[in-house]
């Protein structure tokens, strides 16, 4: 630390920012090579797409080198070379250069962890993405160069030209489409104004490929601009949308001559021309890409799917023929808009969540106020007409305040989505497995925080049906599945819940065959095999080290993943439930609370001390009848309305003194997550009550069964109950057994200290 | 005269201190002993309020308080210590203590008494009480200002990292 005077806080700040601002802009990248592959899977390759991949790179290149990441900047300068190719047609946009480019997204981001994380950097990846990428830009060719002859340019302006807007020129001729002069006079006053409408009416119509002054018809005032225009429309349709003044509208004569017209480069126009014409003689190389062979019969494959799906965040561009009307189809319905809007560093928001919090108890405590002044009597009557007015308004913009943050911090599903869309493609392509995502539900909004947490479960849990679910090609056709496998992403929203089903239509989970996977790793004993239900024994793949697989695969089978899964689901409060068919598939099911911020919770009292349970979880609270609990293997149960309730008595298992009072009993309270109920005995109800949850310290993260604290108003603090927690704890005890094992083991003894300690506080 | 000698060599070495590097330690009691962490590792002192206790939590958790709106986990030194128990009283104290963990712990202290600039000559290395201390004993600090004053300089990473 004696040299590193300089990185105070100052220096973590601009490297955080660094961070997150490379981290934008690589979620962008990943975003747009996935348009891209959509793309040219459906045979088109937006130009506009290219060049926002290598402005991404190009400023990737530029913080990194700012911030000494020199492998980050090292591997960003490469890239930049071979994207000025695929900009300017040097190479063609092929499956294989997508592949590396995917790769180096992928690349991107374990470099940033790297840089945050003290993680090792992946030295070698990257060297051999360099070689790869260098590989690469040696076989360049250029693209159809005789094109732009055919037409009566003035030789002075093709001399102008950059070497972008000359591919560009031959790009648009190459597909058809035909070329138009505009001279149209600016007031130099307005220039900027006037010709941003210009481009703005001319954009639905094609492509500007470039403008330049013409230095005639000029006087001091104004400046004449002739503009090569590039459309597909007819020469009256421009005429008639661009309209103005000074401004005229000319065909650019085509050259009559035979050594003029290449025969390749009829101006044919339609879907099925386009994508070869537009990357030039050569493009579509099966013999370079023999695993993209299956590739032609995608876009065949895409309609059935568009047409399921309402909303489908991978493939957001519309068919093929409506793109080609512009330069810009609609990519805007990506997500990434809704992304950029969301920048508000978290840290932010909590501290506005703690103001919230505090003026959430101001509104308690003048609650209260009203209420003591109330029955005092009459006198002071005014007052606490006063102070009720007072209370209810107060009560209203708290109302709002809360809203408005929490909307704030609401985030769209999609942006975890996108990232899986890109592990999708990735890990079908080294599988060699076709397979299809199908996202539904996409605009489910859910805390950032949980999206943020969300990715790698959901990642863990669509590797594991790409390489256990979806079957080989020929396995599938055998058994009369279609080729390609679907693996469904639905989100919606349920109540107070948000659900995520994961759902693949591969070959499903054999209980038997899980069962004695199992029993071989030493998960669960022979014995404890016989009694599992069924669900349980689904159950078992998510838990440590388990695994079906003799041998690890890079993708999976290594016996980590799924317990990571659900792990970190259950840290946000959510549950996983499984459902299997073999032959037909399995789906995960997630359910999820929307938010972690402002939550309504019962409050409770157990061994004279206040505990808060969420009411999203809570179905109900009864008065318990110790006479009609009944223990079924030493657990206790109790029949409510005809069905059995397994019960917990939380003054045990939180190891304090039970306090319930004369006259009436202790109670339970109902908890459901996902399918499981528990009831908790509680001593006493104590009311109902909207609170701000606060995590407890980084000190007390080892202790299970609390999902954070919060304040009720008079200087008293309620720990609030890790409802789902519980109930795995409580239900599934053999899972706690083993996770307990792998934790700290000292931390199981507190139940008996708290009780010892409880004399001092 | 040994006194005056003591006083003039006390006197030159404080004038040597102060050209030379001193930190700032704050002293509390704790089971009758003197002990003193960085000053610039406490960002508050606190009169203790209600406590809410943690089931579960390890023994030295003594519950968690609210400071302003943010919630913090106070850990009973003498616990920690393994020292005697010994109940609240009006000079307890909460020590808000942030030693680079990322998170803010309060320390329960009996008392807190003052602040001793030290220079490092003022300083003993931990190993004067022979043999392997715990890891949270920095050193002993013998303030020459101080008629035989002794401070047991605690290191509050390991103290806050393993609660």
């Known amino acids: 630390m004696a040299e590193g005077g300089g990185r105070g806080d100052a220096g973590d700040k601009a490297r955080d920012e660094f961070l997150s601002e490379a981290q934008e802009l690589v979620d962008g990248l990943g975003r747009d090579l996935l348009t891209l592959d959509e793309g040219l899977k459906a045979g088109r390759v937006d130009p506009e797409l290219i060049n926002d991949v290598f402005r991404g790179v190009h400023t990737l290149k530029g913080l990194s080198g700012l911030f000494g990441a020199t492998r980050m900047a090292g591997l960003s300068h490469e890239l930049e070379d071979v994207l000025d190719d695929l900009r300017l047609g040097r190479i063609d946009v092929t499956p294989t250069v997508l ?47 005789g094109v732009v002859a055919q037409y009566e340019l003035d030789p002075g302006l093709l001399g102008v030209l950059t070497e972008y807007e000359e591919h560009r020129l031959r790009a648009n001729i190459q597909q058809g489409l035909a070329l138009f002069r505009i001279r149209a006079r600016f007031s130099l006053a307005t220039i900027d104004s006037s010709l941003d409408e210009l481009k703005a009416q001319a954009r639905p119509l094609g492509e500007i490929v470039t403008y330049l002054p013409t230095g005639s018809g000029a006087n001091v005032d104004t400046i004449e601009l002739e503009i090569l225009m590039a459309s597909r429309a007819s020469l009256s349709a421009l005429q008639a949308a661009i309209v103005g003044p000074d401004i005229s509208i000319e065909d650019v004569a085509r050259r009559i001559g035979p050594s003029a017209r290449p025969a390749h480069a009829a101006p044919v126009a339609g879907a099925a021309s386009a994508g070869a014409s537009f990357a030039g003689p050569g493009m579509v190389a099966p013999s370079a890409t023999p695993r993209h062979a299956s590739g032609p019969a995608r876009p065949s494959q895409e309609p059935t799917a568009g047409a399921k799906t309402p909303s489908i965040a991978v493939t957001p561009n519309p068919p093929a023929a409506a793109s080609l009307r512009g330069p810009a189809p609609n990519r805007e319905l990506s997500l990434r808009s809704a992304s950029q809007t969301v920048r508000v560093d978290i840290r932010k928001l909590d501290r506005l969540m703690t103001v919230v919090g505090e003026l959430a108890i101001v509104k308690t405590a003048i609650a209260k106020l009203t209420d003591r002044v109330r029955r005092r009597g009459a006198e002071p009557r005014e007052l606490s007409i006063e102070l009720g007015r007072l209370n209810r308004t107060f009560e209203r913009h708290l109302a709002q305040m809360q809203s408005g943050i929490l909307e704030v911090r609401m985030v769209p599903l999609g942006q975890a989505f996108d990232k899986l869309a890109r592990i999708v493609r990735q890990i079908s392509r080294e599988h060699d497995k076709d397979v299809n995502l199908v996202v539904t539900g996409a605009d489910t909004e859910l805390d950032k925080l949980i999206v943020e947490e969300l990715s790698d479960p959901l990642m863990h849990m669509i590797r594991n049906a790409i390489d256990h679910g979806i079957e080989a090609r020929d396995e599938r056709l055998s058994v009369g599945k279609p080729p390609i496998g679907t693996i469904a992403l639905n989100a919606f929203q349920k109540g107070n819940h948000v659900v995520i089903e994961v759902e693949d239509d591969g070959r499903g989970m054999d209980h038997g065959a899980l069962v004695a996977a199992a029993v071989r790793r030493g998960i669960v004993s022979p014995e404890e095999a016989q009694e599992l239900t069924e669900s349980e024994m689904l ?91 009944r223990t079924v293997e030493s657990r206790d149960v109790l029949t409510v309305r005809g069905t059995s309730l397994p019960i917990c008595r939380l003054a045990r298992l939180f190891g304090l003194p039970a306090s319930h009072r004369d006259g009436h009993g202790p109670f339970v309270v109902i908890a459901r ?42 200087q008293r603090i309620a720990l609030v109950i890790d409802v789902a927690a519980l109930i795995e704890e409580v239900l599934l005890p053999g899972e706690v057994r083993f996770l307990a094992a792998a934790e700290d083991s000292g931390r199981r003894n507190g139940t008996l200290e708290a009780s010892r300690r409880a004399g001092r506080t | 005269m040994p006194t005056l000698k003591g006083r003039t060599e006390r006197r030159a070495a404080r004038r040597a201190g102060e050209t030379g590097k001193r930190v700032e330690y704050l002293a509390f009691g704790l089971a009758g002993e003197t002990y003193a962490v960085q000053i610039a590792h406490v960002a ?23 400071v302003r709106g943010k919630l913090v986990t106070v850990i009973d030194l003498r616990r920690r ?31 807190v008494q003052q602040v ?17 201390q715990a890891p949270h004993i920095a050193g002993i600090g013998r303030p020459t200002a101080s008629d035989g004053a002794m401070l047991i300089l605690l290191e509050l990473r390991p103290v806050l990292e393993s609660p």
């Not at chain 1, 995917?102 to 070689?131: C, G, K, M």
């Not at chain 2, 206790?53 to 023994?59: F, G, I, K, M, T």
């Not at chain 2, 220079?119 to 392997?132: D, H, K, T, Y």
Request: net charge negative.
């Open chain 1, 99 to 145: 592949d590396l480019l995917f790769q180096a997204v992928s690349l991107y981001a374990r470099l940033l962890t790297a840089q945050s994380s003290d993680a090792p950097e992946p030295e070698r990846e990257v060297e051999q993405l360099l070689l790869a990428v260098g590989q690469l830009s040696q076989r360049r060719g250029g693209g159809g160069g």
């Open chain 1, 539 to 629: 159950a078992l793949v998510f838990m440590p080290g388990f695994t079906t697989k003799e041998v690890a695969t890079d993708l999976s089978g290594r016996g980590v993943g799924l317990d990571v899964a659900k792990t970190n689901i259950s840290k946000l409060g959510g549950v996983v439930d499984i459902t299997s068919d073999v032959g037909i598939g399995t789906k995960m099911t997630i359910t999820l609370p929307i938010t972690l911020a402002i939550i309504h919770v019962l409050l409770v009292e157990i061994g004279a001390h206040l505990f808060a349970v969420p009411l999203a979880s809570v179905e109900e609270a009864i008065v318990l009848d110790e006479g009609k609990v």
């Open chain 1, 673 to 714: 997550v996902g399918a499981r109920r528990l009831g908790f005995v509680v001593d006493e109800l104590v009311g109902q009550q909207d609170i701000v949850i606060k995590p407890l310290g980084k000190s007390l993260k080892g202790v299970r069964g609390f999902a954070g604290a919060t304040e009720l108003g008079d």
């Open chain 2, 44 to 66: 508050e002192i606190l009169r203790p309020p209600p406590f809410t206790l943690v089931p579960r939590a390890s023994e030295t958790v003594l519950g968690v308080i609210s």
């Open chain 2, 81 to 111: 210590f393994r020292l005697p128990p010994a109940a609240i009283d009006r000079k307890s104290r909460i020590l808000l203590a942030d030693a680079g963990t990322g998170e803010q712990i309060g320390l329960l202290v009996d008392d």
């Open chain 2, 116 to 132: 001793w600039r030290l220079a490092s000559e003022e300083i003993e290395p931990a190993n004067v009480l022979g043999g392997e």
